[in-house]
């Protein structure tokens, strides 16, 4: 007697379900009557049923909140009239009790302002202003005669001090001159003593060189044996111990310049030459990089051409072996170097880009509802 458990009676249970739901969605999903694409209509209808519920129950929340603002809006209208039509009775309430209690003549102060008061006065009861009071100056002439005084008396104290100040720079330039004079005439003094003092000095010294001539013609007659080291020692009367290079004339001096002109301009030549070689470098390397960037261009449109060409007979081939079978023939040298590799390429295509399909391609379909 077999006793089934529970645990295995539950778990056949649920593999009956599930071969039973799998077996009513594969008729479900293969036939070609109820699939409609793998997609559970009902379940697309519930929930169109849905959006449809949701919008509706949207609509009518916004027509009520529309209602309520439109409610609220006209009330608010009403109260703002009200409020209007209340301020405007207000003023003219106001306006009516002014006009009508509050009128200027009945003011307090209003015979103090009244513009017409002087029509209202008789001749008999106007008075005229006693002397004293406020507005009358009776000393008015004889305030304006001091006020003339005091302005001429201001003038001449002025002008007394604007004379002083000019008298006071009269005399400061003066000084400033005499200062000046003194010290141009202390100046030429000292320049007309010193030129005097070198010109007694010259005189000196003159007297002093035709004495030691003389001295020296002397002692040249009388043969003193002394004179010859004398003149050894004192410098200028030795012609052979006092030998100095003579100075540079004005033509050494021209020919100096003109040798630094030209070396100045030897030097900018050389270096408008280097500046010019240099830009020839530049150029040549410029036109060498330029040529060779067309050389590689013009290589590059030869390497596509010829592939396009190679891919085109290639093409061509492949379509005459389509349409019809060919004899074989011996391949040429070009032909086994350029297109074998790109035949191989395409003979590893699968059968479906080739164009050859079989039953085989279409047994790999519906073998499974998932």
Not at 116 to 130: P, Y
Request: net charge positive.
């Amino acid at each position: 007697m077999n006793v089934e458990l529970s645990s295995e009676r539950e778990a056949r249970l649920s593999l009956e379900r599930r071969r039973h739901r799998e077996a009513e969605r594969r008729l479900r999903v293969f036939d070609d009557k109820l699939r409609t694409m793998g997609v559970d209509t009902d379940v697309l209808a519930a929930q169109v049923q849905e959006k449809k519920r949701q919008e509706g129950k949207a609509k009518q929340e916004q027509a009520a909140f529309d209602a309520d603002v439109l409610h609220q809006s006209k009330a608010a209208a009403l109260l703002q009239n009200r409020q209007t039509k209340q301020k405007l009775a207000l003023q003219k309430a106001l306006e009516t009790f002014r006009s009508q209690n509050q009128q200027p003549q009945t003011r307090r102060e209003f015979d103090l302002n009244d513009p017409d008061s002087w029509k209202k006065t008789d001749q008999s009861d106007a008075q005229m202003i006693l002397p004293g009071l406020v507005g009358e100056d009776p000393a008015k002439s004889s305030r304006e005669q001091r006020q003339k005084e005091q302005l001429r008396e201001w003038l001449i104290q002025q002008q007394a001090e604007l004379d002083a100040s000019r008298s006071r720079q009269e005399e400061e330039e003066q000084r400033h001159n005499r200062s000046r004079e003194e010290t141009l005439n202390r100046a030429g003094e000292h320049l007309h003593l010193q030129a005097e003092r070198r010109k007694e000095a010259a005189v000196a010294t003159q007297n002093y060189n035709l004495a030691m001539i003389e001295e020296k013609h002397r002692r040249k007659q009388q043969n003193d044996p002394d004179y010859d080291q004398e003149t050894a020692a004192v410098p200028g009367f030795s012609p052979s111990a006092d030998v100095r290079p003579p100075p540079e004339t004005v033509q050494q001096v021209i020919q100096f310049q003109k040798y630094q002109i030209q070396e100045k301009k030897r030097i900018e030549m050389e270096k408008k030459q280097e500046d010019e070689r240099h830009e020839r470098v530049r150029l040549d390397s410029a036109r060498a990089a330029l040529l060779m960037e067309r050389r590689q261009a013009r290589l590059g449109k030869q390497l596509r051409q010829q592939l396009d060409s190679a891919n085109g007979q290639l093409a061509q081939t492949h379509k005459q072996q389509s349409v019809r079978p060919r004899q074989p023939s011996r391949p040429s040298l070009w032909r086994l170097k350029h297109l074998l590799p790109v035949a191989r390429l395409v003979d590893r295509k699968p059968d479906i880009e080739r164009g050859q399909i079989d039953e085989s391609f279409f047994l790999k379909f519906n073998t499974c509802s998932r």
